[in-house]
C-alpha cells in the first residue's frame, strides 16, 4: 500500500524522468540544427555567385548544411580563403588559377605549396566564357589585336587577372607592361572604358552574365565584343591553355547580333583534405545530394547548369579528388547510369510504338468490320 511519503517520492520520480525527456529532446532538436559552412564565390554580379547560391539551395539544404554564399574578388581569393578562413568548407575556382598554384609549387615555391597542396577537387563544373570589351567605335575587331593598349585585367586575386595575363603572354610572349595594367573590378572596369580611360576590359564570367543583361541599353550601345581570329597564329598559341568557345545572341539579345566566337576557361567545385569523422560526414551527406538533386539544378538554377556534366574524369598531374566525396559521388554515378540503362529498353520501344503510330496509314473511311479489328482510325 503506497504511504503519503511513497506517493511524494514517485512524483519527485516522474518529474524527473520529465526533465531528463525533456533535455534529451533538446539535445536531439540541437543535433538536427543545419551545419554552418561557406562558400567563397566571385563578384556580387558575376556567375560564380549565382552557382553557389543554388548549391546552397539545391543541395546543401537538403544535406542539413546551411550554407553562407560569400563574395569575393575571384578564384586566387578564393584558394587562399579556401586554405585558411575558418568555417569555408567549399570554392568555386578556375582551372588556370589552380594549374598556376600547382606550377608555382612544383617550381620550389613553397607558400603556394603550402595553400595548394592540400586542396582537393569535387568535381568540374562547366566552362566561362572570357569576354574581351572594348568601344563600339573602337577600330578593334579580333582579340589578337589588343597588344600594347590599356587593359583592365579584373582585381588581383582574381581568377580575371590570372586568365587575362596568361592568355596575353601566350598570345604575345611578353607580360602586360605595367604602365598599361589596370585591376577594377568588373564594374568599374566597363564604365572607365565607355569614358576612353582605358581600351579593352577583360571579363570572365558564364553566359548569360547578370553583369551585361542588367546593364543599362543605352550603356550597352556604346559597347562591344572582340572576337576570336581562329587563322591568327597568336590564338593558336592561346588555344595551348584555353578552348574556344562562343558568346551566343540568345544570351544577350538586346547587346549583340552575332554569334561571337571567344576563348573559355573551366570552372572547379573546391574542397579541403579534411580527416575528421563529421566533416567527412557532412561533406558526403553533400556529394550524396549533389547527384540526387542535380536535375533540380539543372532545370532551375543557373542556365550554366546544364553544361555540367555529372561525372569525374582524370585529372591533370598533380591534381586530386578529395576521396570520401568522390566514392560517393561515383556510387552515386553509377547507380544513375544502371537505372538509366534498365529504362532504355521502355523508352526504346515507346520511341518505336510512337513512330509506327505516326507512319499508320489513315483511311478516309472505314468499314464496321474494319473498326472492330482497329485496322483504322476511330
Known sequence: MFTTKSMRNAARGALALLAIAGLIGAGSSFAADPIPYKITTGQERGTYIQIGQDLSKYVAEPAGIELEVLPSKGSAENVQRMRYE??????????????????????????????????????????????FVT?????????????????????????????????YRLMFGEPIADANEQHLNNEDSLARLIVGKIDVAVIVAGQPAKLFQDMNPELLKQIKLLRLDSSAPETARAKQTYFPATIRTSSYPNWIQ??????????????????????????SKFADSLCTNFDTLQANGHPKWKQVHLELPPLTRGWKYYPPMEKHLRACIAQRTAAEQSQAPARRVAARDAEAAAQKPKKASC????????????
Request: net charge negative; aromatic share 8%; with cysteine.
Open 86 to 131: 575558418p568555417g569555408v568548407k567549399f570554392a568555386l575556382v578556375q582551372s588556370d588559377v589552380y594549374q598556376a598554384y600547382m606550377d608555382m609549387a612544383t617550381s620550389g615555391n613553397a607558400d603556394a605549396g603550402k595553400i595548394i597542396k592540400p586542396l582537393r577537387l569535387i568535381m568540374p563544373l562547366y566552362d566561362e566564357e572570357i569576354y
Open 258 to 283: 552575332e554569334d561571337t566566337p571567344t576563348l573559355t576557361v573551366k570552372a572547379f567545385l573546391v574542397t579541403y583534405d579534411y580527416g575528421l569523422r563529421g566533416t567527412v560526414g557532412a561533406l
Open 367 to 378: 468499314s464496321a468490320q474494319e473498326k472492330l479489328l482497329l485496322l483504322c482510325d476511330q
Open 135 to 167: 568601344r563600339a567605335d573602337s577600330p578593334m575587331k579580333f582579340i589578337h589585336e589588343i597588344k600594347g593598349k590599356n587593359i583592365s585585367v579584373g582585381p588581383i586575386g582574381s581568377g580575371t587577372a590570372q586568365s587575362a595575363e596568361t592568355l
